[in-house]
């Protein structure tokens, strides 16, 4: 990204697609707009530019008001300009003689003369020129003989824009530090040199930086104790933050920022250090000694470092612009439409990521319902049934993104689903997929059966979960809040890279439906990719919505599809040895079947075979053409991480293990 601060400096720009404004914080709905600049200058082949203004244009204007309160310094705001990929920065110096030109002179002199712009992307109420004469139809009109396009940015995402402002400050003002990083998309920091104190926190055994803020107009959070991350000369240290007036120290009545740095021992005067805020902890309060201050302190210490060691500072943020299409298969749902899909709106309010429904031909009121309560939802009609895997397959041909999310259309999203895992996937480029933690619509307490916490196989290719493991579906009582890689990512909310998804041939439409996302997530795995479960977004799935659990069909499919899936993917010897046992296991099943009076059941699984052993030619040939395939895309060796390096069957019916977290350990290795 090329940065300029003076306006005699700029080179000439090559079909330039720019926006002017503050842009104060960078936030997610700025992030919007400057994904939409950086497509329109990849379409035409331009660049982007970035206009904003140092100082402040309040601070020139009216240079007595001491209300302002910025979310970043013009440096914070350049670095988080690079970070959300534009490809040009111009910081106009704003001075008075700036603000005196005309509507006509910032017209040509200014915009024209300076960056000969081929698309200009500004508000709907955008206001320019001395008093402000300018406005929007002002420059559609000059832009006629200039040569450049105006695209309007609506009111509703100006209106969001001012409004996400708004609720990062009065969060950062209220302690609510998650909140404002949502809202930004990114850490909110303080940036400022250290400067000499009162030396009362050496006294007190908490050793203290006192902080003076490099901008005094930077907006200082709530008074009180925060958990933080401190940067220093490119290295990263844990700690506490006190913002407050001292109220238990006599005499002292000054607002102070100052920060207790973990397993720290440098002198810092005069150097300049940068605070993250992490986690509030407690609000400022008064202690009657100082020795009930100094225990105060080491329980905030405390709890400081279990907040850094929980991973509360890494949080998730999506640093490019990606391209991310939603995409749910819909078949006859037309009521888990109407009930789940207004959540999923919900959550992409603050995107610009796209929602598509795609219709697997339904006979009921699907399309009707979709068209006249959802017209803002895209919807891809397909001439016939494909089942799952052939549906997602063909409806994913005519999408363009870098990341699919395939969502069950009897899923409900919470408001922050989506950021932690493309966030991962922006930062891994070997992640092939992943997906969120699944718990149950009907009991929210509780993990659901597609997915749970993860997906995992055993030794013998009988998939089972991280929360559920068979027909027992775990509490969630925040025992797998760890990101872990997996083996398979649930295709009931399964995130996955757009050019992997083709490349490897998709889901294989032979399984219509049920274990397709395992095949597929096999196939990264031997090409050397990871799978992951990432915990901290978290759906709730109906289950059974699609296709019933108890059903005998699940049955077929569950091990017809598996029988296959394990086929293509184990290697030529362990099949020697592995498919006789396999038959001897279902045989098993089948028995406890026969135990349970489920005739139809038992039926089931005989199909599942019948249709598997006649066809096992056919099954050889897409085995070797996956082989084949797998080979050509694979980055590394075969990544085994997810594997139970025993048997489920016997871990849960033998030693009647029904819990993943026991499970022995040494066999949860990859």
Known sequence: ??????????????????????????????????????????????????????????????????????????????ALFERYGVDNVIVVPFTVAFSQLSADEYIQRFLVDKFHPATIVIGYDHKFGLNRQG??????????????????????????????????????????????????????????????????GTKLGFPTANI??????????????????????????????????????????????????????????????????????????HFSDLEGLKAQLAEDRTTSLELLEQGRGKAHFVTGNPEVAVVILNYNGAKYLQEFLPSVLESLAQTEYRLIVADNASTDDSLDILHHEFPQVEVLRLEKNHGFAGGYNAALTQVEADYFVLLNSDVKVTKDWLQPCIAQMEADPELAACQPKIKSFARPKYFEYAGAAGGWIDVLGYPFCRGRIFATVEKDKQQYEQEQEIFWASGAAMFVRADLFRSFGGFDADYFAHAEEIDLCWRFKRAGFSIKAIPSSVVYHLGGGTLAYQSVRKTYLNFHNTLVTSFKNESRKKLLWWLPLRLFMDALAGGLFLLQGKWQHIGAIVRAHWHFFPRIGYWIERRKSYNALIKSLAIGPENKEGIYRGSIVWAYYGRRTRSFRKLPKQRLNG
């Open 212 to 285: 003076q803020p490099s901008n005094k107009h930077k907006l200082v959070p709530a008074d009180g104790i925060y958990a933080v991350k401190v940067h220093h000369q490119d290295e990263e240290y844990g700690g506490m933050l006190y913002i407050g007036s001292r109220p238990s120290i006599a005499g002292i009545d000054e607002r102070v920022i100052e920060v207790n740095i973990f397993d720290f021992d440098q002198n810092v005067y005069g150097q300049e250090l940068t605070i993250t805020l992490v986690e509030f902890i407690r609000g400022d309060q």
């Open 1 to 78: 990204m090329r940065v300029f601060y003076q306006l005699e400096d700029l080179p000439l720009f090559k079909r330039a697609v720019l926006t002017i404004g503050s842009f104060d914080g960078v936030h997610s709905g700025h992030q919007q707009l400057l994904a939409r600049i950086n497509r329109l200058a990849h379409q035409s082949g331009g660049e982007s530019i970035v206009i904003t203004f140092h100082p402040h244009p309040r601070q020139v204007i009216y240079p007595k008001d001491d209300s302002l309160q910025l979310l970043s310094t013009i440096e914070e705001k350049v």
């Open 135 to 200: 406005d929007i139809e002002y420059l559609k009109w000059h832009s006629k003989d200039a040569g450049f396009k105006v695209v309007e940015i609506e009111q509703q995402e100006v209106d969001d824009i001012a409004v996400s402002s708004t609720k990062i400050r009065n969060a950062l003002l209220s302690g609510k530090v998650q909140e404002a990083c949502r809202w930004l998309n990114h850490e909110y920091s303080l940036t400022g040199k250290v400067v000499h104190g009162q030396k009362l």
